[in-house]
């Protein structure tokens, strides 16, 4: 049975309070937990901004962003009510010592306290140096980053040194939203809590797995941080190389944040370096419509990429000769997240007419519509012999269990909490953002020392023939990106 274990009462002081994500995110999901009972009534939120608001002007804004939020239910007054008198704001200049020490007034000190910096990288050192001047570090605390959390492994161990002179690594919470979402997390069940999988999840069986993270939306809006970032940055960095590292991990020894991540960290360190032919950038065009990538980049000659294909292979004795594709894109058909692991075909064919057997797919859905497939061969229905179709076995739990609970948890309440209670399972440690930053600026470095331009792939495709024909010559192709 789903049940709600309440966390205890907490002050959560939100950097960037009346920005985007937290109107579109963190307020909807602090008030979904509220309103099934995990947080309790005397829980403080305060919003932080370096403009002027009352308390009364935020509850609004929260209340408007709320009411806005997609895939939810609509609030009931009660809760709503209740939730929004737990709002408060503050100013504060984070490049200056003004409204600090109110904030401090603000703060309990018999309370956990957790510092959301829904804020961009750039003032990331500033709120962090006058947390520790202020006070604010003490050992309850929890501060919270937001990607991108550095541009290149430099900035990541600039960003790692000023966190860690104010707070202990315990104490810091790098948060992939990726890692919270539902199907993400049951893959490290599927694993580890049933035996039928784990004896198969090995070169010897698994023909290749197939990592995807592809979006319908361009760069429109977003182009004065997208055109400095590029899909490599923006996404393999983190989302796809952390999806890669739960379906290629070993199993740790216990189920805590350090033996979880000691696993993560050592397949990132085993990831080969990328070779030139494989890798495929891409950037979007529009024939007609004047909404191509390079109609919205800072520059009409910007050689940014919306689109990265890989191939990448793992070092170890689990993985060895078994390739991992990973591909992500912007303005492309359809917006799909999934893992896909292919196992080997039968060794031996006993049916006529199979051509060396059907091919078992497992499919972790992320989005839309989350939930786990698998690919198996069963005889066709009806007299006549045996006649083979490949069909899909649904072991979603999407639509059956999130009736039951009225919704499946969003991955930002899910991550909050586990911010309040002290759970770094799901959050990334120094070692590993340093690791992955090691192997993507080696792959960056390989094309620009090339020189090269992203090949053009037209909007509203599958993306690049050239990211096919990485494929096409291993005798595998990409799985389509249906809905």
């Not at 509220?34 to 929260?62: K, T, W, Y």
């Not at 529009?286 to 000659?301: K, Q």
């Not at 930002?412 to 600026?441: C, H, K, S």
């Amino acid at each position: 049975m789903y049940k709600i274990i309440p966390v205890k009462p907490f002050d959560f002081v939100l950097f960037g309070a009346t920005g985007d994500l937290a109107s579109r995110e963190i307020l909807p999901a602090l008030y979904h937990r509220f309103r099934v009972g995990q947080m309790p009534d005397n829980s403080n939120v305060i919003g932080v901004s370096r403009a002027e608001h009352s308390d009364e002007h935020f509850r609004n804004l929260a209340s408007s962003a709320i009411k806005a939020a997609p895939n939810s239910e609509p609030p009931d007054g009660d809760s709503l009510d209740r939730f929004l008198r737990c709002l408060s704001f503050r100013r504060v200049d984070a490049n200056g010592d003004e409204g600090w020490d109110c904030l401090a007034g603000a703060v309990r000190s018999d309370v956990p306290a957790a510092y959301y910096l829904s804020v961009g990288p750039s003032v990331f050192e500033n709120i962090v140096c006058r947390l520790r001047e202020h006070g604010f570090a003490r050992s309850e605390a929890r501060i919270v980053v937001e990607k991108p959390f550095g541009q290149n492994l430099e900035s990541a161990r600039r960003l790692n040194t000023i966190l860690t002179s104010t707070f202990d690594e315990a104490q810091i919470y790098r948060i992939d939203h990726y890692l919270g979402k539902e199907t993400v997390q049951n893959l490290m069940a599927l694993r580890f809590a049933n035996a039928l999988f784990e004896p198969l999840w090995n070169g010897q069986y698994v023909d290749h797995v197939q990592i995807t993270v592809a979006e319908k939306l361009g760069i429109k809006g977003r182009q004065d941080y997208y055109d400095r970032t590029g899909a490599m940055r923006d996404m393999v960095q983190n989302h796809l190389l952390q999806l890669l590292c739960l379906a290629a991990m070993e199993p740790p020894s216990r189920f805590d944040p350090n033996s979880v991540r000691d696993e993560k960290t050592k397949v990132i360190k085993s990831l080969e370096p990328i070779l030139p032919g494989n890798v495929v950038r891409g950037q979007y065009f529009s024939e007609n419509s004047g909404d191509g990538y390079l109609d919205h980049a800072l520059s009409s000659s910007s050689r940014t990429e919306s689109y990265v294909a890989l191939k990448c292979t793992i070092a170890n004795w689990r993985w060895s000769g078994t390739p991992f594709y990973l591909r992500t894109g912007k303005c492309l058909r359809n917006r799909v997240s999934e893992i896909a692991v292919t196992f080997k075909r039968p060794p031996h064919v006993i049916f006529e007419g199979m051509d060396g057997g059907q091919e078992n797919v497992l499919a972790i859905r992320l989005q839309p519509n989350e939930g786990i497939t698998m690919q198996i061969t069963i005889k066709e229905p009806g007299p006549g012999g045996m006649r083979l179709a490949s069909v899909p076995l649904d072991m979603s739990f999407a639509s059956s269990l999130g009736q039951e609970i009225g919704g499946l948890t969003n991955a930002y309440e899910r991550l909050i909490m586990d911010v309040i209670r002290g759970d770094q399972t799901l959050f990334m440690r120094n070692d590993e953002v340093e690791a992955a930053w090691g192997w993507t600026d080696a792959a960056i470095a390989l094309w620009e020392s090339a020189d090269n331009r992203p090949v053009a792939y037209e909007a509203g495709s599958n993306g690049p023939i050239e990211a096919d024909a990485l494929l096409h010559r291993d005798n595998r192709s990409w799985r389509k990106l249906t809905l």
